[in-house]
């Protein structure tokens, strides 16, 4: 079946550790991909994004992630945590065509606890 | 500005009961969507309509009717609640089905006692 899998259910960091946060997912075709933030009691937040071009994807607060094709993969990354990254992170992807288009195809997410 | 609202933000209620959430958003977009996230986080589509069309019904009891009156707005409507209904319902909005970067609502808790 067609999903997208995080691996780490619960990350516990302390501040100024680097953090990567992996992603798989198993659709072919073009697919595009997303990480949204879900800070505690609020709305999902989009923190970075990949259509098309640069592979690496600069997104806001101080994340990045990169598309690795060959590994269907789109790992999120950050150098140096701080204690206000305490959050769920949710890795998603969407097709542009065929059936299921429009839909995103939500990961488990991660629960990252940065202790300070 | 809100881009994307919902009302109410909590909805306690007891089985059997009809309820409905509403969504709307100021972002000018032609796509809603909405959401359901479990106990565990999870989220999943259930519905999605773009300029007032259903386009996405995904396994969803047909006790859940969603309704579209116009492109700003999308309701979510619940009959006969039941225990496992209890979730937070996250409405959504994108400019279309393309490339589709979805901008999420604050969420609706509903709590079915």
């Known amino acids: 079946a067609q999903s997208v899998s995080q691996h780490n259910h619960h990350v516990i960091l302390s501040e100024a550790a680097s953090l990567e946060l992996g992603c798989n997912y198993s659709?072919?075709?073009?697919?595009?991909l997303f990480w949204y933030v879900q800070y505690p009691g609020q709305h999902l937040q989009l923190l970075l994004k990949?259509?098309?071009?640069?592979?690496l994807v600069k997104g806001i607060k101080g994340f990045e992630a990169e598309f690795i094709k060959s590994k269907f993969s789109f790992n999120l990354r950050k150098p140096s945590v701080q204690w206000s990254d305490t959050a769920e992170y949710f890795c998603?992807?969407?097709?542009?065509?065929?059936?299921?288009?429009?839909?995103?195809?939500f990961g488990r997410g991660t629960q990252l606890t940065v202790w300070p | 500005d809100t881009a994307v609202s919902q009302t109410p933000k909590y909805l306690v209620t007891q089985m059997g009961n009809d309820k409905s959430i509403k969504c709307e958003q100021n972002?000018?977009?032609?796509?809603m969507y909405w959401y359901k996230q479990d106990s565990k986080k999870f989220l999943k589509i259930m519905f999605s309509?773009?300029?007032?069309?259903?386009?996405i019904n995904e396994t969803v009891p047909n006790r859940f009717s969603p309704k579209s009156p116009d492109k700003a707005h999308l309701n979510l409507h619940i009959n006969s609640l039941e225990l496992g209904d209890s979730a937070v319902y996250f409405c959504?909005?994108?400019?279309?089905?393309?490339?589709?970067?979805?901008?999420f609502g604050p969420g609706t808790r509903l709590t079915v006692l």
């Open positions: 959504a909005s994108s400019s279309g089905l393309w490339r589709n970067e979805q901008f």
């Open positions: 659709y072919g075709g073009t697919v595009n």
């Open positions: 990949y259509f098309s071009g640069d592979p």
């Open positions: 998603a992807v969407s097709k542009n065509r065929g059936s299921t288009l429009g839909r995103l195809y």
């Open positions: 972002l000018g977009h032609d796509t």
């Open positions: 309509y773009n300029n007032k069309e259903l386009i």
